[in-house]
Structure formats: C-alpha cells, structure tokens
C-alpha cells in the first residue's frame, strides 16, 4: 500500500467532481429542497375543513336542567374551533354536498338527539364522510369527538349534572361519546395501504420507465448513435415518439405485473375497473417516458441522471397529492402540484380505485395527462442537442 | 459531370471560434476528394454542415442538388462518424439493418453486400461489444454504405486503424467510387493524400488550396505534399518568409 498514490487518487476524485460544479450544486441542493418541501408539508397549519351539520334537534326541557340543546352546544362547539368550517345543511342537501366535495364531513343530529341521551348517558355521534382520504377521516373522527367531549365538560361546570356522571358508578372506560361513523365512498374495510396502494403503484411505474429512457437516451448522445441517427431522414420528434413506443411496451409489461401484484397477491381493496386503473397508468408510464428524454438533455453522464431523482421525482412524490392532499397544503404550494403529471395520476387512481368512478368521470385527468405527454414530446424535441455531447 | 456539394462562402462559428471561414467548395460525382487539416481545422463542422446536422452562420450548402437543410436528400448520404457511432447491445448485422432502414432501405440483400463489402462475413451475428476497435470500424463503415448513398461523407474513417485496414479499406473506397458513388473523405495523415482523385488543404476554417496531389506539389514547387501543405500554409498565414 502506497499512501501518497491514495492521496493522488483522492485529489484526482476531488479534483473530478469539482469541475462538475452542477454535481456539487446538487449534492447540497438536493437534500435542502426535499427537507424544505417535508418541513413545510409535515409542519402545515392546516386549513379549516369543511364540514356540515343537519341539527334537527328538538333539545329537551326538563325542571332541573332547564332548556338543553345538545346538538345546539356541539355545533357551537365546532364552529368555535379552528379546525372546521362548518355550514349547517338541510337532510335534503347534505349527502350532494358531500358527493360534490363541499364538505369533507356531516354530522346529523336527530330530532330526538338530547332526549337519547338524557335516557342512555350516552351520545352518539351521527358522523358521515366522504372516505377517500383516511388521514382526513381520522383527524375528522379525532376532531369531533373532542368537540362533544369538551362539549359535556362545560355541561358539568354549568347548573346541569350529568346523570350518573360520576366515573365509578358504571366501572367502566366507556367514554360518554360513541361516533357512528360511515363513508361515503370506500368504506371502513379500506386500510391504509388501500389508499396509498393507486399512488404508489403510479409512482413506481413513472419512476422506473424515467430513469430507463433518461439513461438509454443518453447513451444514444454520448455514443454518437445519435449523430448518426440525425443524419439519416428521421427527425427528432420521430425518435422521440420512437422512443415512446419502444419503451411503452416496456412500461405496459411493468404496469400488468405491478397491477397483478398489488390486487391478487397483495390483495388490495379497490373499486371501479382495472382496465381503467392499467390505462391511467400507462398513460403516466409514457409521461414518464418523456419526462425521461426531457431530462437527458441536461444530463452529461449517468451519475447526472441519478442526480434529477430528488429535483424531478421526489417532488413530485411530496406535491403530487401522494401522502397529502393538495388542498390541504399551503396556498404557495398548490400550484406547483397543477404542473406535476401524478397529481392528475393520483386523483384519476384515487376517484376509480376509492370511489369506484368510470371513466365518464375522470376524464379531465387523462386529457390532461396527455396534453402534458405531448407537451414533453415537443420540449424533448426541441431540447435534443443535436452536436454530440 | 455533376456538382455533388457545392458550398458558397460558407461561415460557422461557434461563438468567438471560427471553425468554417468563408469556404467554397466543390466536389464533382464519382470522385474522391479528401479534406487533409490538422486536428482542429474545422473539417468535422464541414462535414457535419453538408449534412444539415449544423446550421450555417452563413453562406450556402448545397448536396445533391438540393439546398441544405434538406432531410429527404439524407437517405442519398452515407455518414460515417468520427467515434465509431454503434448500438453496443445489437449484432453487426443489426446495426447496418437498422440504419438501412432509417434511410428507407428494407432489402436485407444490400446489408448482406454492405457486410460482403467490409469482410465481416464470419462477424454478422456478433454483438458489437465483443468486437475489437478495427472490426468495429469496419461495421461503421458498412452502416454508412448499406442504403447504397450516392455521396459518403466519412469523418476520419481511417483513425485507430491498422496499416492493412487502412489498405483495405481506401480499396472499398476505389471501388465504390468506381460505381459512381461519389466520397468526401476527411484525414490528417499525408499519404492517404495520395489517394484521393482532389484533395483540399483545410487549416483554420478555410480551404488554402485544391487539386490533385500532383496539381498541389507543382503548385508549391515542393517534393511531397507534407512539405506543400507547409508551403500552403505559411501563405494562407501572410507569413511569406521562404
């Protein structure tokens, strides 16, 4: 062992990557933007969510308590709270106000709401919700059983007594506030892996068949195949259509096994078709194609190519709507969730696979997703240097 | 005869750096003309400006009779480039195929003659990663040539090249020509030189002077035509000390 020739080695190594000074850059960038991007997700104040209330409840009068109005108490309770914004709603109105994304929420208060629970010491929470976003379902449930609990809490400090509120009596843990919560869509059977499953089946297939045409594509660059290649009548947008085609195929073949596997041997809970969901993906598949070849241009060798996963990827993973939603994240946000193809991905794979729609719904998404498919195709086109690199 | 390319006050320049100065050039069919110039002298930027792969500063291209940019006319040109531009994972064959098919030529009988043409018979199924740098050199050679192109542009094909090769291939060469394929061929070794039916002497981005190798030794008054580039060039620099 010659330790001055491991020197010599490690200052050439240095020497390498400083000259390639957009590998430094990045080497720090990277990290930087994708813990900026977590901070500001994980640490969000979350905006108010949307919720309705059908109170029909009689309220109840009785000569020790007075005028009790449970279910006026509970709404007070959640208007006051800065988590919901609540609009109270008619019986007629609240299930097309929770189809249509209006409220994310409806608690219905019956008529006879105060006098059950004058008879039982019991309330129970009539909760239902939209259902495609368990982690908004939870925080809803954990949100407004807080409510009524804080709700009776002040009914003890007030000149009416809870019967039988005195916690020995029954013996028992059983909290004063049962929620009896249904979904609208997907339902209680759906775990969590149910709802990241369309998600993360759209990234890995975008992920993959990204890297594969950024390094083919470069390959043909750096070879001087692509010299050739431009030399003969082709033009550029042929190849890169070619390119589409070729490693389309591939993508297809990924997809049906990522497909297969997640819903026979995983055993993923979904609705709606599975042809709908294989076409939504392959569609992203292809956009990855092409984000692909875009981003071989601004790479000079394969180490580059590695280098756009946390600038081109990962970003999207956080702001495509994967683990949070797109309106709950903060307004200057938003909009770079518009630019990224899995968000139109993941609502697609999310409204048939959660909500079991056709594709007479989820149109919009696929439209878009191939409008930004051919705006790549054209930026890959143009961005193609023709000199070989 | 016909005016296979014909440039007119031809410029490229890349930036402060100018490759192609002001250059007239005109090759005539069925000949071989060699483009000699050191390392630098701008022969690949002219090359690539025949083809359309470069776009002009200014002045005009014009090959086959057509004005440059024009991509229909590449399915009449046979390029062959500097680094021995081939797909890795593919067969000898595979490779000629697929160029042959991108110029719009599907009869795999002209691949065969391409493969005859270059002697890798015994190598058309071999992928090309297994081949040495000669073979390699030759299976460029014939992905150029399988379109049967009525004009071949090769870029130094002759670089890396084994003296015997080397032989062989300006004997391809001759015999191509002698079908009426007309061949620009760029090199910065002198006795290729001798080979070419016109040469020009490239140095700085400009044609110092054009001919045959006896035209250009006559000319200089010089014994070989090392020593005439010489002579062309400390004219072409306004040097003039003799």
């Known amino acids: 062992m010659n330790s001055r020739r491991i020197i010599i080695l490690a200052q050439r190594v240095m020497r390498q990557v400083m000259r390639d000074r957009r590998t430094v850059g990045l080497l720090i960038i990277g990290p930087l933007l994708v813990l900026t991007l977590g901070a500001i997700l994980f640490r969000a104040e979350q905006s108010p ?47 097309g106000n929770l189809r249509d994304g209006t409220v994310q929420g ?84 759906f775990d969590l892996m149910d709802f990241v499953a369309p998600v993360y089946i759209a990234i890995l297939a975008m ?17 001087g195949t692509m010299e050739r290649l431009l030399a003969t009548p082709t033009n550029r947008v042929e190849v890169v259509l070619g390119y589409m085609l070729g490693l389309g195929l591939f993508a297809l073949i990924q997809v049906a096994v990522i497909l297969f596997y997640t819903v026979w041997v995983l055993k993923i809970h979904y609705l709606g078709s599975l042809w709908l969901l294989f076409l939504v993906i392959t569609l992203l598949a292809v956009v990855g194609v092409t984000l692909g070849i875009l981003a071989s241009a601004f790479a000079r060798n394969e180490f580059q190519v590695v280098q756009f996963i946390p600038i081109i990827i990962i970003p999207q993973i956080l702001l495509g709507g994967t683990f949070w939603a797109v309106s709950e994240m903060p307004s200057y946000l938003q ?55 | 005869m016909d005016k296979v390319v014909e440039t007119r006050d031809l410029h490229k320049h890349f930036g402060p750096i100018r490759a192609v100065d002001g250059l007239n050039l005109l090759v005539q069919q069925g000949e071989i003309f060699g483009l000699l110039g050191p390392n630098g002298s701008g022969k690949t930027t002219l090359i690539r400006l025949l083809i359309g792969l470069l ?59 391409a493969i005859d043409l270059v ?20 299976t460029s050679l014939a992905c150029s040539l399988a379109h049967r192109p009525r004009l071949l542009l090769l870029d130094e094909p002759t670089v890396g090249v084994d003296p015997q090769l080397r032989a062989t291939f300006w004997s391809y060469f001759r015999r191509l020509a002698d079908q009426g394929v007309t061949l620009v061929v760029s090199s910065h070794v002198m006795d290729e030189a001798e080979r070419c039916d016109r040469l020009g002497f490239m140095r700085q981005g400009k044609l110092l002077a054009e001919g045959s190798a006896q035209d250009l030794r006559n000319k200089a008054g010089t014994r070989t035509l090392e020593e005439a580039f010489l002579q062309f060039t400390e004219q072409g620099t306004g040097g003039g000390q003799s």
């Open chain 1, 49 to 95: 969510i949307p919720i309705g209330v059908v109170n029909e409840d009689q309220g109840l009068s009785s000569p020790i308590s007075g005028n009790l109005q449970l279910g006026q108490r509970i709404t007070d309770e959640l208007t006051a709270s800065e988590t919901f914004d609540v609009t109270l709603l008619d019986r007629e109105d609240w299930e």
């Open chain 1, 106 to 189: 409806v608690i219905i208060f019956p008529e006879d709401f105060s006098a059950k629970f004058q008879e039982d010491r019991q309330m129970t929470l009539d909760l239902r919700l939209e259902g495609s976003n368990p982690t908004r379902s939870m925080s809803i449930i954990g949100r407004v059983t807080e409510a009524g609990m804080k709700t009776l809490a002040e009914l003890v400090g007030s000149i009416f007594a809870i019967p039988g509120s005195s916690q020995s009596s029954e013996g028992e843990n059983k909290l004063p506030v049962e929620i009896q919560a249904s979904y609208l869509y997907a339902g209680e059977q």
């Open chain 1, 207 to 223: 992920f993959f068949v990204f890297l594969l045409a950024c390094v083919s594509f470069l390959r043909e660059r750096s070879l």
């Open chain 1, 335 to 389: 909009p770079f969730a518009y630019i990224m193809p899995v968000y139109y991905a993941n609502q697609a794979l999310r409204d048939v696979m959660l909500k079991g729609w056709g594709l007479a719904e989820i149109w919009p998404n696929l439209v878009i997703l191939v409008g930004i498919a051919f705006v790549l195709i054209l930026l890959g086109s143009l961005m193609m240097r023709r000199e070989v690199a």
């Open chain 2, 55 to 113: 776009q002009p500063t200014s002045g005009e291209v014009r090959t086959l009779g057509q004005t440059i940019p024009n991509k229909d006319v590449l399915a009449q040109i046979g390029y062959m480039t500097q680094a021995s531009a081939l797909y890795e994972d593919l067969t000898v064959r595979e490779n000629i195929a697929f160029f042959a098919q991108m110029c719009g030529s599907h009869d795999p009988k002209w691949v065969s003659e």
């Open chain 2, 119 to 138: 002697d890798l018979q015994d190598r058309s199924r071999s992928l090309v990663r297994t081949l040495s740098g000669g073979l390699r050199q030759r």
